[in-house]
């Protein structure tokens, strides 16, 4: 068996697979730490030629550098390469079933998109109370099945303690733990960890924004309250001006960072481990079971448990944001868990806002045999229009609260155009619920901010990351965490 081809800025989930792969493809008998390229493995096409003779190649590529520091090389196009981010704006790879990269708008959109207002027995839904009795459901149950995997009827409690208090200047910090118990599989060691940073002299609880770091775990200390922010970008990039966290606690919020990888590693070996392999005790998942991408989801779900004993937050007022996977992660848990006000995904491509049939940059092919979904959805690579489900559909489960999806002009593999149609296709929802869509369908030139509905969408100018939208996302979300906003839905 061969493992899938995972994103291309997943190195660590990429080693893990070729390890994986290389003992069962030994004869070995497959231990605990196995059953994750088990679970995981694809069928691919067999006898597949060389990428540099294959005939299905796109003609108009060639093999550049992936960069000065990072090893390797990448297939890209004549839209060239950004030299001091070392990386190409359109990288092509070849998937695991034959499938080459498209960056042509006129190939781009091969198959309709589910109806979104029709329920499985066809019946038109022409009001909320359908919506959420009967299609809400529906679609909620689809993507716990088929994409993201459920989570388990018996997870372990989580007993949460404060670890420090610390005041610094103008900001206090509280360090926070969930201890999960793992007497019934002592190998597995999940924790909920939270580092919660407040103005100091705040005079009653505030919102706060849950972020997930660019690397899913432990504090970024070039995003915090001093240093330069980083978020993934070369110095070059970096905007000028103060972090996330200081615009943040500079608007009288709070600002707290999730762990998402003390919880569960983001590689497909932590699929036997962290809260996953807790509650399988070392075992395999089940084809419908949770991926890594709702176990995340509901470790930043149990911290809401916690911010609702916090009496220095304002629990009404909760907003999640991440990056990349993270924005996938941050899509998810707002959708899953309703006590989430506002969800900020940042350039969160296939998985997360992009459509996912459409053939543009990383499609489902690239990402079918992922950690991060469920067993299940190995079975669309190659078979896209099987879906039952899609982006605009994900979007859809936030409805009606308020959603900020951005993309950026030189990461197209995240596809911005993907992320805008999917939430023009989630309008109808959040009309039918009484709240306001993006206000157009035609695609914003770069830098134009769409906030003044309840969908609301950016594509900058610049690379793969989250940093050069946070003023603009601060702007929009200011509508509902000013006081009396909470809620302003019902």
Same mark, same amino acid.
């Given at each position: 068996?061969?493992p899938? &081809?995972?994103?291309? !800025?997943? *190195?660590?989930?990429?080693?893990?697979?070729?390890?994986?792969?290389?003992?069962l493809?030994?004869?070995?008998?497959? #231990?605990?730490q196995?059953?994750?390229?088990?679970i995981?493995a694809?069928?691919?096409?067999? %006898?597949?030629?060389?990428e &540099?003779v294959?005939?299905? $190649?796109?003609?108009?590529?060639?093999?550049?550098p992936?960069?000065?520091?990072?090893?390797?090389?990448?297939w890209?196009?004549?839209?060239?390469?950004?030299?001091?981010?070392g990386?190409?704006? %359109?990288?092509?790879?070849?998937?695991?079933?034959?499938t080459?990269?498209?960056?042509?708008?006129?190939?781009?959109?091969?198959y309709?998109?589910?109806?979104l207002?029709?329920?499985?027995?066809? $019946?038109?839904v022409?009001?909320a109370?359908?919506?959420?009795?009967?299609?809400?459901p529906?679609?909620?149950?689809?993507?716990?099945?088929e994409?993201?995997?459920?989570?388990?009827?018996?997870?372990?409690?989580v007993?949460?303690?404060?670890?420090?208090?610390?005041?610094?200047?103008?900001? !206090?910090?509280?360090?926070?733990?969930?201890? /999960?118990?793992?007497s019934?599989?002592?190998?597995?060691? *999940?924790?909920?960890?939270l580092?919660?940073?407040?103005?100091?002299?705040a005079?009653? *609880?505030?919102p706060?924004?849950?972020?997930?770091?660019p690397?899913?775990?432990? $504090?970024?200390?070039?995003?915090?309250?001093?240093? &330069? +922010?980083?978020?993934?970008?070369?110095?070059?990039?970096?905007?000028?001006?103060?972090?996330?966290l #200081? #615009?943040?606690?500079?608007?009288?919020?709070g600002?707290?960072?999730?762990?998402a990888v003390?919880?569960q590693?983001?590689?497909?070996?932590?699929?036997t $481990?962290?809260i /996953?392999?807790?509650?399988?005790?070392?075992?395999?998942?089940g084809p419908g079971?949770?991926? &890594?991408l709702?176990? @995340?989801?509901?470790?930043?779900? !149990?911290?809401i448990?916690?911010?609702e004993?916090?009496?220095?937050?304002?629990?009404?007022?909760?907003?999640?944001?991440?990056?990349?996977r @993270?924005?996938?992660?941050?899509?998810?848990?707002?959708?899953?868990?309703q006590?989430?006000?506002?969800?900020?995904?940042?350039c969160?491509?296939?998985?997360?806002?992009?459509?996912?049939r459409?053939?543009?940059?990383?499609?489902?092919?690239?990402?079918?045999?992922?950690h991060?979904?469920a067993? %299940?959805?190995r079975?669309?690579?190659?078979?896209?229009?099987d879906? +039952?489900?899609?982006?605009?559909e994900?979007i859809?489960?936030?409805?009606?609260?308020?959603?900020?999806?951005?993309?950026?002009?030189?990461?197209?593999?995240?596809?911005p155009?993907?992320?805008f149609m999917?939430e023009?296709?989630?309008?109808?929802?959040?009309?039918?619920?009484?709240?306001?869509?993006?206000?157009?369908?035609?695609?914003?030139?770069p830098?134009?901010?769409l906030?003044?509905g309840? /969908?609301?969408f950016?594509?900058?100018?610049?690379?793969?990351?989250?940093?050069?939208?946070? *003023?603009t996302?601060?702007?929009?979300?200011?509508?509902?965490?000013?006081?009396?906003a909470? %809620? #302003?839905?019902?």
């Amino acid at each position: 068996m061969t493992p899938p &081809a995972l994103h291309w !800025r997943h *190195p660590i989930a990429l080693a893990s697979l070729l390890v994986l792969a290389c003992a069962l493809a030994s004869g070995a008998e497959p #231990q605990a730490q196995d059953n994750a390229a088990v679970i995981l493995a694809l069928t691919p096409r067999t %006898n597949l030629p060389p990428e &540099a003779v294959d005939p299905e $190649r796109p003609k108009n590529i060639r093999l550049v550098p992936l960069g000065p520091t990072i090893r390797g090389s990448y297939w890209t196009d004549d839209a060239g390469v950004d030299d001091t981010y070392g990386n190409p704006y %359109n990288a092509y790879r070849r998937s695991p079933f034959g499938t080459w990269s498209n960056f042509d708008e006129a190939k781009a959109n091969p198959y309709p998109l589910p109806e979104l207002l029709v329920t499985k027995s066809g $019946r038109p839904v022409r009001d909320a109370a359908t919506w959420w009795h009967q299609r809400r459901p529906e679609i909620l149950n689809d993507f716990l099945t088929e994409i993201y995997g459920r989570i388990p009827d018996h997870v372990p409690r989580v007993t949460w303690e404060v670890m420090s208090v610390k005041v610094t200047g103008a900001v !206090r910090t509280k360090v926070i733990v969930g201890h /999960i118990d793992n007497s019934a599989f002592p190998e597995a060691t *999940p924790s909920i960890n939270l580092t919660l940073s407040l103005p100091a002299d705040a005079a009653g *609880p505030v919102p706060v924004m849950v972020v997930i770091p660019p690397f899913g775990g432990g $504090r970024d200390p070039n995003r915090g309250a001093t240093g &330069a +922010p980083r978020g993934g970008m070369g110095a070059a990039h970096n905007p000028p001006g103060p972090s996330p966290l #200081q #615009q943040v606690l500079a608007r009288g919020w709070g600002y707290a960072e999730y762990d998402a990888v003390a919880l569960q590693a983001d590689n497909a070996a932590g699929v036997t $481990r962290g809260i /996953i392999g807790l509650v399988n005790k070392g075992g395999p998942n089940g084809p419908g079971e949770w991926g &890594a991408l709702t176990a @995340w989801a509901w470790g930043l779900s !149990r911290s809401i448990d916690y911010f609702e004993t916090d009496r220095d937050v304002d629990s009404k007022r909760l907003g999640v944001e991440g990056h990349s996977r @993270w924005g996938k992660t941050a899509l998810w848990a707002a959708a899953l868990d309703q006590r989430w006000a506002i969800v900020y995904a940042s350039c969160s491509g296939e998985g997360g806002a992009k459509l996912l049939r459409r053939n543009y940059g990383e499609t489902t092919d690239n990402i079918a045999g992922s950690h991060w979904m469920a067993g %299940n959805f190995r079975k669309y690579g190659g078979h896209w229009n099987d879906l +039952p489900v899609d982006a605009h559909e994900l979007i859809a489960l936030v409805a009606p609260r308020p959603v900020f999806v951005t993309g950026g002009t030189q990461d197209q593999q995240a596809d911005p155009h993907g992320e805008f149609m999917a939430e023009v296709a989630a309008g109808p929802a959040y009309r039918l619920l009484g709240a306001r869509d993006l206000g157009t369908s035609e695609m914003p030139a770069p830098n134009t901010a769409l906030i003044s509905g309840d /969908i609301a969408f950016r594509e900058h100018v610049g690379p793969h990351t989250d940093l050069l939208d946070w *003023p603009t996302f601060i702007e929009f979300a200011s509508r509902y965490f000013a006081v009396g906003a909470a %809620n #302003q839905h019902g």
